[in-house]
């Protein structure tokens, strides 16, 4: 039987960014699909949650192996209007990315980040648990936030910081079978390439939303090499996650 991911729509690509490496539902199908281990077969359905309030329904929910959430293409906070709430965890047993909404829906916040951003490829420091999961010290990802979630929520466990942004990806283990990892978030985007940050950061440089120090910084390091990083390190670490291997 194929796993089931369903793929949450928070945002989505505009302008040029969009001409150019389409829109979310092509960024994370390509993303899924050079990660996938050999052997599996699955399925991916989208629901606009962000423009349509699209959402699968009750029968629906049980289906799916997954919930993945996107980023989002906007450049404020998640709404205040969101209360704290662990419906978010209730959904399903496995849910992915949407860190800051995620963080701020489970007990924790984001905020904005003095003003600084964090764009580019970027190399984030794991610590103990995020080294026994990645089985890696360091990863480079490529980065594009200038909010962020400063602490860890309740009943979560640290991934990964960097000296701007302390947490850079968590998890928390599900209460039922305390093995099993229920909910795991990145602030980073391994499913952007260099081409797709490449286009966003001109796009949000020419608007006047990203200052001239971060576009520099983010030109400097723009040829970084994240795609090993992002298939072998994250990929295996989702996918383990979808299996019910972690």
């Known amino acids: 039987m194929a796993t089931r991911i369903a793929l949450f729509l928070c945002g989505n690509l505009s302008g040029e960014a969009y001409a150019q490496n389409g829109d979310y539902t092509s960024i994370y199908g390509r993303y899924l699909q050079a990660t996938v281990p050999e052997s599996i077969q699955y399925t991916l359905d989208t629901y606009d949650v962000a423009h349509e ?36 965890s209730q959904l ?7 860190h800051q909404i995620i963080a701020r829906a489970l007990g924790g916040e984001c905020v904005p980040n003095g003003g600084k951003w964090e764009v580019g490829p970027t190399t984030i420091q794991l610590t103990d648990l995020g080294k026994q999961l990645f089985h890696a010290d360091t990863l480079t990802v490529q980065e594009m936030h200038r909010d ?8 979560f466990q640290l991934l990964a910081s960097t000296s701007l942004s302390p947490n850079q990806g968590m998890v928390r283990y599900s209460e039922t ?32 939303v990203i200052d001239a120090e971060a ?13 090993d990083d992002a298939v072998n390190k994250f990929g295996k670490f989702f996918w383990d996650i979808i299996l019910g291997k972690l």
């Open 53 to 88: 309030m699209a959402y699968p329904s009750e029968d629906q929910e049980d289906s799916y192996n997954c919930i993945m959430l996107t980023g989002s293409g906007t450049v404020q906070s998640p709404p205040a209007a969101h209360p704290p709430s662990d419906a978010a």
């Open 92 to 98: 399903l047993p496995r849910i992915c990315f949407g």
């Open 148 to 155: 962020h979630v400063p602490t860890v929520p309740p009943k």
């Open 177 to 208: 079978s305390p093995s099993a990892i229920q909910i795991a978030t990145v602030q980073g985007h391994p499913e952007f390439t260099e081409p797709i940050v490449t286009s966003i950061i001109n796009q949000r440089a020419a608007s006047g």
């Open 215 to 227: 576009l520099q910084i983010a030109e400097e390091s723009r040829f970084v090499n994240t795609q």
